[in-house]
């Protein structure tokens, strides 16, 4: 129910517009004097302020000016007498929502005040909606604990604020984009427009046109004038996916953008002038693409301003379980079943661990979302996992790095190692859970740790041919 704030020095009328609004289903509160007014904006949460123009002390003028001061969105309709009218034109200029001649009848006020306090409810829940993608792509909700996504949070933190052009390097499947998003929305240009663009999923042509817009019969089709990217993006940033695709000529065309801030439209002469940020992405190296003689080294240079390699998730394995969680709580509402899934089996733990994920997250984040509709019981199990996934899993040891002279003896110890190894990785060196997983006592892992000379605090150390204490 919206509230709305009534200020007049006149007493009885704050009291009759009272009752006309309540019986609308409104929310009111009275104020006698602009004071007053502020005095209640400050404390109470308001829709919209129904105020006289002329009032002893603070005037409905001033009164506007401390309204739009704390909230430029907040509406404000001015109530003016006979002669007042011209200042109430004023009020408007200067951000009132309307203004309403005295005597007035009571359903043209109530018009006013619907069409008022819609607006604001709009405005609020356009704020909302900002705030939410804002929460959602910021870099502290990127999940990863280890010291490979700590450094990406580290450079997402100092180069947010700057507009320099962001080069991010990883394999598909990283979240090049989440972090593209991430750097925007941690930027000064975050409420302005983040837009995308996959430089491989179209053909050149098509590509030129949608990046940089094209003029009404600039070729068959073009029946009207119509924005590029570029244009759409102004103020904001610009995400530039997969731009080692980017043929030689568009790569000429980017080049000036980024030097000059302008291009023209396909098909028009007209310089059309951006200040845009441009993150570009790609899933190859982009410097052997150059020295390939495959991408130019002058937009290479004007790309690599500030550099950002993601980590596959093979090289930060200690996140999985973190991401296997946040996935589960993401796809709960997807399952048919009634019992929550609170976690995956021991079994599936040590299977994910030991798979390398080509996909990297989105493997995984794909794997979670089929996983959770197919699963009954609380826990993911094996036979949960789709059976294309469990026949491409291969969960070994990787045997083949044992030499091939290798005792018996040497052999067993070395994949007892690893198999210690692999545990303490899995349990964040906590020496009780590594043991669970083992399925030994932790009286046992101790024993063991000191047998294969392990710190227990640091975690395990290389342990490449190194031969046991008998």
């Known amino acids: 129910m919206e509230t709305v704030l009534i200020v007049d020095d006149e007493k009885n009328y704050t009291a009759v517009l009272s009752v006309v609004l309540r019986e609308e289903g409104y929310e009111t509160l009275a104020a006698n004097s602009g004071e007053e007014a502020v005095e209640q904006l400050n404390t109470a949460s ?63 006020l109530v018009i006013f005040v619907q069409k008022a ?45 700057s507009s320099a052009t962001v080069l991010i390097e990883g394999e598909s499947g990283t979240g090049k984009e989440l972090v593209a998003k991430a750097i925007h929305f941690n930027s000064p240009r975050r409420d302005q ?31 009207a004038r119509k924005k590029g990217r570029f244009e759409m993006a102004d103020r904001g940033s610009l995400f530039l996916d997969e731009i080692g695709e980017l043929s030689t000529s568009l790569q000429v065309k980017l080049l000036r953008v980024l030097q000059e801030k302008v291009f023209e439209r396909v098909g028009g002469v ?12 790609t899933n190859r190296s982009l410097r052997a693409e150059m020295e390939k003689g495959r991408f130019r080294g002058d937009l290479f240079y004007r790309l690599n301003v500030v550099r950002l390699q993601l980590p596959p998730l093979r090289e930060r394995r200690e996140d999985i379980r973190l991401l296997i ?25 040590r299977i994910f661990f030991d798979y ?12 979670i979302e089929r996983t959770m509709v197919l699963c009954p019981g609380e826990r993911i199990t094996v036979s949960d996992l789709p059976k294309d996934f469990q026949d491409s899993v291969n969960n070994t040891l990787h045997l083949d790095g044992i030499p091939a002279n290798a005792t018996l003896y040497d052999t067993l110890a070395w ?18 859970r590594a043991a669970d997983i083992l399925g030994i006592g ?24 190194q031969r046991p204490e008998s």
């Open 46 to 108: 308001v829709d919209l302020v129904l105020t006289d123009l002329k009032m002893p002390g603070m005037d409905g003028i001033e009164l506007l000016a401390r309204i739009k001061a704390k909230d430029p969105d907040l509406p404000v309709i001015m109530m003016t007498a006979h002669g007042t009218v011209d200042k109430a034109v004023a009020a408007m200029q200067k951000g009132a929502y309307t203004f309403i001649q005295k005597p007035f009848e009571n359903d043209r």
């Open 117 to 161: 306090v819609d607006l604001y409810r709009m405005v609020k829940e356009n704020r909302r909606l900002r705030e939410e993608v804002a929460a959602q792509y910021r870099f502290e909700n990127i999940i990863g604990k280890s010291q490979a996504m700590q450094e990406v949070f580290k450079t997402i933190r100092k180069v947010g604020p």
């Open 193 to 223: 427009p983040f837009i995308a663009v996959n430089c491989a999923a179209l053909s050149e042509n098509l590509l030129e046109s949608e990046l940089f817009g094209h003029e009404k019969g600039a070729f068959t089709g073009a029946v």
């Open 270 to 281: 007209d310089p059309v002038a951006v200040d845009i940020r441009v993150i570009a992405a």
């Open 325 to 349: 969680n946040h996935f589960i709580k993401k796809y709960e509402a997807e399952r048919q079943y009634e019992i929550p899934v609170v976690g995956i089996h021991r079994d599936v733990e």
């Open 356 to 367: 390398t994920w080509p996909g990297n997250v989105r493997e995984l984040e794909n794997l």
């Open 415 to 432: 994949v007892e190692r690893k198999m210690i190894e692999r545990a303490m990785r899995m349990a964040g060196n906590v020496q009780s």
């Open 442 to 465: 932790k009286s046992g892992l101790n024993q063991k740790l000191k047998k294969f000379q392990m710190d227990s605090d640091s975690g395990p150390r290389d342990m490449t041919d």
